[in-house]
């Protein structure tokens, strides 16, 4: 799988602000460095998850573990804990503006979190490598996204990630939470409409 483009390919406006950053986003963008439509399936011996070939990582329900704290101020400057999503099916996706298959795939997020509110699904986002809100919202209001998106420029967030686990490891990646607040799939790759429903549908159908 080649990457459609990586971090440091990123506008020019956004790089000139990489000064801008702490040592701890160093650290994160070392993590978060590439942006492309996949992405290598990360874990160890134990990890509890199975790898598909369909580029979907999932894991039994016994063997989930827990998201971290993911709260924050949002892209629109609201408060927003993904936790009190509990009792819900989460759709968690990691973008930036900067990043085409982000752009690519965005159009497929807006359709199926319209499709699926009524079955308790929530989408959020983790806008992240954008240096200004302001980029985020632009990207936004293009690509008719309503759902929330916790804006975090330096990848802090995806850092509480424990390793070894159903971590976002690229730019896109998205994760899927159960009901009961617990990573259940992931992918590192650009998603169309089908494969965002293979991922989800099943979580949805859990009793």
Not at 18 to 26: E, I, S
Not at 178 to 197: F, N, V, Y
Request: charged share 20%; glycine share 10%.
């Amino acid at each position: 799988m080649s990457a459609a483009c990586r971090a440091d390919q990123r506008p020019n406006r956004t790089r000139g602000r990489a000064a801008l950053y702490t040592a701890g986003a160093a650290v994160a963008a070392l993590v978060l460095t590439a942006c492309g439509s996949g992405g290598t399936n990360g874990g160890s011996g134990g990890s509890g998850f199975v790898a598909g070939k369909d580029g979907i990582s999932t894991v039994a329900k016994s063997e989930r573990v827990a998201i971290p704290d993911l709260s924050g101020k949002t892209v629109d400057g609201k408060q927003l804990d993904v936790a009190d999503y509990k009792g819900k099916v989460v759709v968690l996706n990691v973008w930036g503006s900067w990043c085409p298959p982000c752009r690519a795939e965005a159009s497929n997020f807006v359709k199926v979190a319209k499709e699926t509110a009524s079955q308790g699904v929530q989408f959020v986002g983790i806008n992240t490598r954008d240096a200004s809100t302001a980029l985020a919202k632009a990207f936004e209001k293009e690509q008719g996204v309503t759902f929330p998106s916790l804006y975090d420029p330096t990848g802090k967030l995806m850092l509480r990630f424990k390793k070894g686990t159903l971590n976002p490891q690229t730019i896109p990646s998205t994760l899927i939470i159960d009901r009961d607040g617990k990573i259940a799939a992931r992918t590192l790759q650009a998603l169309s409409e089908q494969k965002l429903h293979e991922m989800l549908d099943p979580i949805v159908a859990e009793k």
